[in-house]
């Protein structure tokens, strides 16, 4: 008999399917597993057939590619002395690399060990199966229509909140950068917000990708007429909301327009570059064994199965990328910038300018979400890629500081402990609920992602099988309401948990962009779902500022001893644990809540450097490596 087969996806003809002995079908993805439980066909999930230290490897295999521009061939796409396809986000590169990488050896595990005569396999597997194939003699049929596949930002989710109820729609990129400019533009000149060039010669301070309302202190701290703020947002609109622009007109923070830096002889050497790259990106796809040296995995190319993603990214951005080169360095020719802050160095607005700076301009990197680093996660901290950063770090307490320099050999006067800028308002706000309104608890689920490689089938059934459990749970409660808090960031997974909240009431709040800090102060208990439990959810840290007491519930299978576990500041659980009981305790007895509330104090007052007074701590060092006097 003939061995079989049968890999299927979400986009799989599952109408043809059946099952023989000697045919094996394996699902490729969570909805996959969904669609063959319900059809009752016995089948094996992809991920059993890779272990975790194998999913560790791929992590450490895809960290060493992000540097895979710096191959000498590659000179040629030097632009001014910036490598323009090493603009790439480094995280939209590593999620790339983590998705082909993990399907491509399990695939290769799964061939080496059933040696099947027949495969069949959806559209977007075809070129791994036909790389990975022993013999021409294999019989590949395909049982899905072509899918097109988009790296993260090559589609944008545009969010708004319509009669209470969160919306989103996707545009592509160019149309979003276009939508974007023309918002940008109108809003700034009808509120006066235009950098004006005749103050090029002030020292000035450049901050990239921040968003004015969660960092309203800090700009406060920093206005000043003896210096000028720019602020450049290219993945998002500076001028999104009322408060937004409020926040920038009460700061005296400008935005700058290509437009005003750009002449005549700049716009035609611009588009020159653009179609010199252009032609050298055509060149580049078809010299194969470059990239088959470059993109390897014990010894094994997998370059075909990343080839397209990678021509389709670079053909779209190469004209923004060589633009964005040209703004960074007009920039620092006219206006004398002499210091930056961000908040990642990875993204590709942060690449362009701080490789683009003058060697006298400094740069601080603000640490911008909560972090207990410890042994463990020693590993995937790397994509913080704090270790590479050349120039200040600032974090938000000693615990951060103490683990870069004594993991990373980061020295010691590079990293500032200044505390959290964005939580100091959060330090003075607290509960702020009636007596007769419902007790409402305050759902808040981290999304899963395949930064990692534990984007697993396993995962997403335990946050499914939780959601519904919770929901569930309060239901039995006349007296409690509870609201959902959808994540902010571009994940898939965002869209799959507000499925399964609206399948199971469409009754149930589900928020996406309202301030965390607001549904927080509005709720009497908080609960985080952590997919991975040594990364705690910003929210958490959140919480225990405003004096709400917090749950926080683990799917994977360790539980980690954080400090504000051992000091009883948070309840953390497992996602098999006696929930029932433990929402009970915490729900009935305003005693437990108090006591978390008391011990979360405690903690974030320890662990917080300046804590409630960062903002004016971070603005004394950037105004003293401004060389500007102290405050007046």
Same mark, same amino acid.
């Given at each position: $008999?003939? $061995?079989? #087969?049968?890999?299927?996806?979400? !986009?799989?003809?599952?109408?043809?399917?059946?099952?023989?002995?000697?045919?094996?079908? #394996?699902?490729?993805?969570? +909805? !996959?597993?969904?669609?063959?439980?319900?059809?009752?066909?016995?089948?094996?999930?992809?991920?059993?057939? =890779?272990?975790? /230290?194998?999913?560790?490897?791929?992590? +450490?295999?895809?960290?060493?590619?992000?540097d895979w521009y710096k191959d000498p061939s590659l000179n040629i796409f030097e632009l001014k002395d910036v490598n323009l396809l090493g603009l790439l986000d480094g995280i939209e590169l590593h999620t790339l690399l983590m998705d082909k990488l993990i399907i491509f050896w399990t695939i290769k595990k799964i061939l080496d060990a059933k040696n099947p005569d027949i495969i069949e396999c959806p559209n977007e597997i075809r070129e791994i199966v036909n790389s990975l194939k022993k013999n021409n003699s294999i019989d590949i049929k395909i049982n899905s229509e072509e899918k097109h596949e988009e790296l993260i930002w090559d589609t944008i989710d545009v969010k708004h909140n319509v009669l209470g109820k969160p919306i989103s729609m996707k545009v592509s990129r160019t149309k979003y950068n276009k939508l974007k400019n023309i918002l940008d533009k109108t809003v700034s000149s009808t509120f006066g917000l235009w950098f004006d060039l005749k103050n090029r010669n002030k020292k000035t301070l450049l901050i990239l990708e921040l968003f004015p309302p969660v960092y309203k202190e800090l700009l406060q701290n920093l206005k000043s007429d003896d210096y000028n703020v720019i602020i450049i947002n290219q993945r998002r609109p500076v001028t999104y909301n009322r408060e937004s622009i409020k926040v920038l007109k009460d700061s005296n923070c400008k935005l700058i327009s290509k437009d005003d830096l750009f002449g005549e002889e700049d716009v035609q050497e611009i588009l020159e570059s653009k179609e010199k790259y252009s032609q050298k990106l055509l060149d580049l796809w078809n010299n194969n064994e470059i990239f088959d040296k470059i993109f390897r995995i014990n010894d094994i190319s997998f370059w075909p199965i990343i080839k397209n993603n990678l021509k389709q990214v670079f053909t779209k951005r190469m004209n923004d990328y060589v633009e964005s080169v040209f703004f960074a360095k007009k920039l620092f020719s006219k206006i004398n910038i002499s210091c930056i =802050?961000? =908040?990642? /160095?990875?993204?590709?607005?942060?690449?362009?300018?701080?490789?683009?700076? +003058? /060697?006298?301009?400094? !740069?601080?990197? =603000?640490?911008?979400?909560f972090s207990l680093l410890f042994e463990d996660s020693k590993t995937f901290a790397t994509l913080m890629s704090y270790d590479n950063f050349r120039d200040k770090i600032v974090v938000w307490s000693n615990h951060q500081k103490e683990f870069l320099v004594s993991n990373f050999k980061i020295q010691s006067d590079k990293i500032l402990a200044l505390g959290s800028p964005r939580h100091d308002a959060l330090t003075r706000m607290g509960s702020n609920r009636s007596e007769n309104k419902k007790f409402r608890v305050l759902i808040a689920p981290t999304p899963i992602t395949q930064l990692r490689g534990y984007d697993t089938t396993k995962i997403h059934e335990k946050f499914e099988k939780l959601i519904i459990r919770l929901c569930e749970i309060f239901k039995n409660y006349n007296d409690v309401e509870?609201?959902?808090? #959808?994540?902010? !960031?571009?994940?898939?997974?965002?869209n799959e948990i507000k499925k399964i909240v609206q399948k199971y009431s469409k009754k149930i709040p589900i928020y996406m962009l309202n301030p965390i800090a607001e549904l927080i102060q509005s709720s009497q208990l908080v609960i985080t779902i952590t997919p991975e439990g040594w990364a705690p959810s910003t929210i958490i840290l959140e919480s225990m500022v405003m004096g709400i007491p917090i749950m926080n519930i683990v799917l994977d299978e360790k539980l980690y001893e954080f400090e504000y576990i051992q000091q009883n500041a948070v309840i953390a659980i497992s996602d098999d644990s006696d929930l029932d009981n433990k929402i009970k305790q915490i729900?009935?007895?305003?005693?437990?809540?108090?006591?978390?509330?008391?011990?979360?104090?405690?903690?974030?007052?320890?662990?917080?450097? +300046?804590y409630g007074n960062s903002s004016r701590k971070l603005a004394e060092v950037l105004r003293n490596n401004l060389k500007v006097d102290d405050f007046k």
């Open positions: $008999m003939e $061995m079989k #087969i049968i890999f299927l996806s979400e !986009s799989s003809d599952y109408s043809t399917i059946k099952k023989d002995n000697d045919v094996e079908i #394996i699902a490729l993805d969570y +909805n !996959s597993h969904k669609n063959l439980q319900q059809l009752g066909i016995k089948h094996s999930n992809v991920e059993t057939f =890779l272990n975790d /230290d194998e999913r560790l490897w791929i992590f +450490n295999t895809a960290k060493k590619l992000h =802050l961000s =908040l990642y /160095d990875v993204g590709e607005t942060e690449k362009v300018f701080l490789k683009c700076k +003058n /060697d006298n301009v400094d !740069s601080f990197l =603000l640490e911008h979400g509870i609201i959902f808090k #959808i994540h902010p !960031s571009q994940s898939g997974h965002n729900v009935s007895d305003e005693r437990v809540r108090n006591e978390l509330r008391e011990n979360g104090k405690k903690f974030v007052k320890n662990f917080l450097k +300046n």
